[in-house]
């Protein structure tokens, strides 16, 4: 049977908009979502180019050829104002687990011709039936016997391990490898029993999609239970039952394709998904799939006419290149358009960038730095160093998530070349430097990174982000503020500006403040009316002329993250104001807006950074924890490189 999806189903419509512009005369297509249908489910056609309002029957066909043998099923079926048309097709029984090539076609309603029908548009189907053989077929066999599973119907990209279980214990595991196609057909060959452990009792032999065994309530699996006699590898086996379930319980891993879902590994990094159905007014929810499981990823509001896009869904790996992705949405009559695409993300091969001093002087200081271009963190690769003439060291190098850049201090005592290897994902990057060759001294620019204590750590990471380029000074004084009246900050601005010269400052204060201060008149002004607002952005500017030195300089003024606490937000409020009045128009300065970044809608300890939720706030509900610093650092190294 085939059931009509609507005048213009969603995938037709979508897939219609991406192809060429076609007219009524232009030769129709049709496109099947997928590759593989399975006896007993649904599948998905989609068609464009057909004449608008054209009336027609769709054809499920025996054979590969859509002019030879009868139908098996056919329906009428009419393209939309546009020409476009959408059907859902019953998968017909292929009476074997193996594919079968059939094709689908559609006939003008009615067809005219006398003798060979006339052919709209056809296309061939693979078509196959789920289910698990193995061979040799008997009641009985040894524990030495090796055999040859076939299994089809799983989902593309499922990954498959045996577990052998006995006395509630698993005894041993073997990977058998991943279905390919998209007809989820995966072949393999598995002893009876694990070698070594052949022993009486009760057996089970598990086949799920997770490397460490749990019973799957929901996701795919294989179980066989066995009886053995006796030990070793002529033990006597019994075979009992064979149960399976080939797809996972969630039907949204498994429902046909009625909307069109893209995904594109842009930019560097980070992966995109777009749900391009028409779900005006619709939550499209968005996972991942991976193996036999859904992982969501996020929500986005559909609106009218407007694609639901969500931006940096998750981020690329160095174990999974091939990445697949799912989103549905419920419409407004009930029905749920679900759609799934699929990304190729490059290797890890250059991932990671090595730098370190092609030479320096015997006994000096080397930093090694590696950076992750990817810059997503959550990594441990392996660094090993290699003196001359002397053993390889090789220790894990820790990225934690959100971290783009580790580093590696050592003292060289030892002339000659030393070789650099970093080890990740079965990949290796390398690099030398000599020691005992003078070094040549280039001058960089300085960077002053000062500021309270919410500078700590970001002064840090920044030095690590414009090594290559800069050096970054700190000059961090916790506990001080612009209002607090034991430390004259408008003094230390004019000191700092005239005894380093910095080509950059980069600021960050305004924990501690909020005290009561006197302006140039005489009046004391309490926080946090306009008044106060008002001085604190004259001294805040009065520090910016400092810094900018008459132009030679440039300002990065950031403002605070807003803090948990209430009775500090509103102080945070206040010197984030009198900061944006104070950098308003003024060449050179520039305002970088953490608190948008870190806290759009209020406080938040998580935010969601390059596709996960990282936690960024310190424990005091104040300062940002290394994890908010490196990505704090990287905003403001970013602008400072763009910066003329």
Known sequence: MIRVVGACAALACAVAMLLAPMTASAQPALALAGACGFAGTQFALSGSGFAPRERTVVEVMST???????????????????????????????????????????????DRSLGIPTLLAGAPWTTATRGVTIAPQAARGR???????????????TRLWAHYRHGAKTVARVALGMAKDACGRLR??????????????????????????????????????????????????????????????DPRAVAPSSALVKADANPIGVIRTVFLGRAPGAAVDFFERIDDRLKPLGRVQGTLGVPAVLEEATTWSCSRRIRRFVASATLADGTVATGAATVRTPSCAKRFRI?????????????VRVIDRWGNGAITPTLCLTPPKRERRCEPLVFPSAVTIATRRLRARTRGTWHVELRVAGRRMRTT???????????????????????LGIERFLADELAATVRVRSDVRPGTGISKPTRDWLAIAAGQAADLRPRDTVMLIGAADGYVMITPEGLWVECCGEPWIAEYARRVQLMMQSYLQLGR?????????LPRAEERLVVSRAVNLAVERAGAGVPGVHVVRLDLLFSPGGFSEVMRYRGAGVVVRDEDGIHLNFRGQAIAAKLIAELIRRAR
């Open 355 to 367: 730098r370190v001093p092609p030479r320096t002087a015997l006994n000096g200081e080397v930093v």
């Open 64 to 110: 590969v050829d859509p002019l030879a043998g009868a139908p098996l099923s056919s329906t009428a079926a009419t393209a939309d104002g546009a020409g476009d048309l959408g059907v859902l097709l019953d998968v017909p029984a292929t009476g074997a687990s193996d594919r079968v090539v059939r094709s689908v076609r559609v006939r003008p309603n009615p």
């Open 143 to 157: 524990g030495a016997t090796i055999e040859r599973w076939s299994m089809t119907g799983l989902l593309e990209g």
């Open 553 to 561: 300089g440039r300002v990065f003024w950031a403002t605070l993250p």
């Open 188 to 249: 393999f060959a598995l002893r009876t029993l694990p070698r070594g452990h052949e022993r009486p009792g009760t057996w089970d032999v598990w086949l799920t999609a997770k490397s460490a065994f749990r019973v799957p309530s929901k996701g795919v699996y294989v179980r066989r239970s066995m009886k053995v006699a006796g030990s070793g590898s002529e033990a006597r086996v019994t075979f009992g039952s064979l149960r399976a379930r080939l797809v996972p319980s």
């Open 433 to 455: 430097f000599t020691v005992g060759a003078q070094a040549v001294a280039r001058p960089r620019p300085l960077v002053l990174a000062t500021g309270d204590s919410m500078m």
